[in-house]
């Protein structure tokens, strides 16, 4: 982000960059406010995984589940549409990459393109909105 910087001698514009934020879902999150990841990501699964689970009688561990919507329910082409909220389209968009940490204008593009409507909701000003106040999904700026 460049940032223009004035004195009264110049009007000279000094190049500030400074890093974008990146978010992921932090796991640790879920466990500091006493809640479970693992409801939200069983939800998130596609038919198949679900059946395939329930045949079992055993849904797995959180790394299990995230390995199946990776390899398996994020290929579906409904996994992540323009009839989801845009907040579950964000979690489901982080469990496809393996909760790779994004940028606000890459997270936005990505979603555009899985949603394919109401571009606008995945504007930078608004996930930034969003992600600030989220306190369901557990969705945080990553350090540096």
Known sequence: MREAVYTEESTEEVGMEQEE????????????????????????LCSKCRKRLDSKGKWGSLDDLMTAVRECCSDEPDYITGELPIMESVFRLFLANGNQALDLIELG??????????????????????????QYYGIRPVEP
């Open 21 to 44: 934020p990146r978010w992921a879902i932090d796991p640790d999150w879920f466990e500091a406010n006493n809640r479970s990841m693992l409801p939200l990501v069983r939800s998130s």
């Open 109 to 134: 593009r990505q979603l555009s393109e899985r949603r394919g409507v109401d571009t606008y909701r995945t504007s930078v000003e608004i996930l930034s909105r969003l992600l600030k106040y989220d």
